[in-house]
């Protein structure tokens, strides 16, 4: 089975799940959850500023991460751990390293009934992977392995969280990130794409990518875990750039030119740039507005679900 049909069968098999149901073209249920709280864990892409308040897109103040903007579209904050609140995803974490900030909130709390807990992952990893393998220092097909592992890894770690009590849990993948800026400047836009959401599946029992890996990991969850389909959308935002940011949308360049996106702001964009038309903050983190839209579309498929 290719991996394109695979992810097919998966997304099919999530969609016959209630959890996944919102994913899948909506709902006609109507939404009672009313969050107590909203707590974030994983990568970069949900780090509200928990080291020094920076963050991976632009630092301008705004509602600038997805997980920021499903809270705000309830009319709620999400705050940083070390700042008092319960952001506890920091950018640069691996999926391996997740198990440290979900002890970190075990040590001060437990999961509420209505809490929405939202994750992000995947993208250091594959990142890191991609880089020992063009570097000679991993063999192709352990690069498959590794991806397809820690795919598994990140679903027991979403596992520990509904065995911690989690009911409400909004899960997403990584987006395609073939389509990023660094997949470009090494020229491994297929591969990545293929370690990101569909995996090159030309044998029976082939090594799987990482979101497929994840999801199957998560196929008995549906009671409690809600998949929102980064790749999927962002694909269509690279695609039609303007259907999403605007006439001058932009999904090949990057806004920012600080070496670290953490140390990106208003003051460090390329001249000229509206970096709200923009896609891409860094090679491979996104603007504010992208985080919105995904955001928005996520607290939609809350919404839809719950």
Request: charged content about 15%.
């Amino acid at each position: 089975m290719t991996g394109n049909a695979l992810r097919r069968v998966l997304l099919a098999l999530a969609c016959a799940t209630a959890a996944l149901l919102s994913s899948c073209g909506g709902s006609t249920i109507a939404s009672t959850l009313v969050p107590s709280r909203m707590i974030a864990f994983g990568d970069g892409m949900s780090d509200v500023g928990e080291v020094g308040g920076k963050r991976w897109t632009v630092n301008d103040g705004s509602v600038n991460i997805w997980a920021q903007q499903v809270a705000a579209s309830y009319g709620m904050t999400l705050v940083a751990a070390d700042q008092g609140g319960w952001g506890f995803a920091r950018g640069g974490t691996r999926v391996a390293d997740i198990n440290a900030q979900i002890d970190a909130f075990v040590a001060r709390s437990s999961f509420a009934t209505n809490d929405v807990v939202m994750i992000s992952a995947g993208m250091e990893d594959i990142k890191e992977q991609m880089d020992l393998y063009l570097s000679g220092n991993l063999a192709y097909q352990q690069l498959l392995d590794n991806v397809n592992q820690i795919g598994k890894d990140y679903g027991a770690v979403v596992q520990r969280l509904v065995d911690l009590g989690a009911k409400h849990i909004l899960a997403t993948g990584v987006y395609g990130l073939g389509v990023s800026p660094y997949a470009r400047a090494v020229n491994q836009e297929t591969l990545l794409n293929q370690l990101s959401y569909e995996g090159p599946q030309t044998c029976a029992g082939c090594p799987r990518s990482f979101n497929e890996s994840f999801l199957i990991a998560i196929n008995q969850l549906g009671a409690t875990v809600l998949y929102v389909d980064a790749a999927n959308y962002f694909n269509q935002v690279s695609n039609n750039p303007t259907n999403y940011l605007g006439s001058s949308g932009n999904s090949l360049n990057v806004a920012c030119t600080t070496l670290l996106v953490t140390s990106c702001t208003p003051d460090t964009i390329v001249p000229g740039v509206n970096y709200d038309t923009y896609m891409f903050a860094s090679d491979l983190y996104l603007t504010p507005a992208s985080n919105r839209l995904f955001g928005s579309q996520a607290y939609t498929n809350i919404r839809n679900r719950w």
